[in-house]
């Protein structure tokens, strides 16, 4: 979805109510970035933290953690999925006070271990696109902060803000840490990667949300339909998918991983050849959230809605 029209284009001039209540969300948007970068990179971690974990098991996406949880653990108990759910609110709310101080948390800072660092500087020296691909884990903006460190040319994709000025707050924040090649969803996002791509600069891509017009392929043993677009391009440029992970660490720490590149084949079987990508991207997915599942963000629906209906209505 690109962003909104700028207020005053003479093809989108928008209302006076809708400018002035853009006006006013983006004071207040400006406003709690300021009184977070006040507070500090760790006071301002544990605040965004203890409020999720305070609010996030009283409102009605608490449902929609405890039914994933089900889904991908049907053998634990209901209280440590309990505990687990609220484990994994603390961490939302973490990660969306630390959006506000983002400069603070790249390799620069010493708060970030990175395994796997030689795969990106070759990544680097190659002049080669690649596909990087992750889940939403952790911080995903620390692994965008240590592509852009690692000096990879990287467009990272992004869904715009409808309020054009707290998009562009958005947008300078994460030019502080490096960030400044953006391609949108939807729209012209599409032909900007491809563009990118051909220019040598790779691409960064989230891929463990629901895309119901995706191949379906198995995610905790259920089906689910996952976006083939990193599969497509890396098809289409010849080149490996290279997987990326980021895990909370105590004390506003983080651990990032390079992972081993997944190479796809290209058997002339188009569709085959992309769904078999698919598979893997969502397989290397499924690893990292056992491996951690605090770290996943639980919140959104990610099964098809007859995996929810077969549950037993007890949530």
């Known amino acids: 979805m690109a962003g909104s029209p700028l207020p005053g284009d003479d093809k989108n001039r928008v209302s006076f109510g809708r400018e002035l209540g853009w006006r006013l969300e983006s004071a207040a948007f400006a406003g709690f970035i300021g009184l977070m970068r006040l507070l500090g990179l760790e006071r301002a971690s544990a605040l965004g933290g203890w409020l999720l974990k305070t609010l996030g098991p009283k409102v009605s996406t608490q449902k929609t953690?405890?039914?994933?949880?089900?889904?991908a653990f049907p053998e634990m108990s209901q209280a440590e999925r309990?505990?687990?759910?609220?484990?994994?609110?603390?961490?939302?709310?973490?990660?969306?006070?630390e959006t506000a101080v983002m400069d603070q948390l790249t390799p620069a800072s010493g708060r970030i271990d990175i395994v796997g660092l030689?795969?990106?500087?070759?990544?680097?020296d190659s002049g080669r696109p690649v596909v990087l691909v992750s889940g939403h884990m952790a911080n995903i903006e620390v692994m965008a902060a240590v592509i852009m460190a690692a000096g990879v040319p990287c467009q990272v994709t992004y869904r715009a803000a409808n309020n054009p000025y707290v998009d562009k707050q958005i947008r300078d924040a994460r030019a502080r840490y490096g960030v400044k090649l953006f391609a949108p969803k939807g729209g012209d996002g599409a032909r900007e990667l491809l563009a990118g791509m051909a220019r040598g600069e790779s691409v960064a891509l989230m891929n463990d949300q629901k895309f119901n017009e995706g191949p379906e392929?198995?995610?905790?043993g259920q089906p689910v339909n996952a976006a083939p677009g990193p599969s497509r391009l890396a098809l289409r440029f010849g080149t490996v998918v290279q997987p990326m992970s980021v895990v909370r660490l105590p004390g506003v720490r983080f651990r990032v991983t390079?992972?081993?590149?997944?190479?796809?084949?290209?058997?002339?079987?188009?569709?085959?050849d992309i769904a078999r990508?698919?598979?893997a991207i969502t397989t290397f997915i499924e690893e990292r959230v056992r491996e951690h599942p605090?770290?996943?963000?639980?919140?959104?629906?990610r099964w098809p809605d007859k995996v929810y209906a077969a549950l037993e209505p007890r949530d």
Do not use: C, S, Y
């Not at 605090?294 to 629906?301: A, E, G, I, T």
């Open 217 to 220: 392929v198995i995610f905790f």
């Open 65 to 71: 953690v405890m039914r994933n949880l089900r889904i």
């Open 258 to 272: 390079a992972h081993e590149p997944i190479e796809l084949q290209n058997t002339g079987d188009r569709q085959g």
């Open 277 to 279: 990508g698919v598979q």
């Open 82 to 97: 309990e505990a687990l759910a609220t484990a994994q609110w603390e961490q939302t709310g973490r990660t969306f006070a």
């Open 294 to 301: 605090v770290d996943w963000f639980w919140v959104h629906k």
């Open 118 to 124: 030689e795969r990106l500087h070759a990544i680097r």
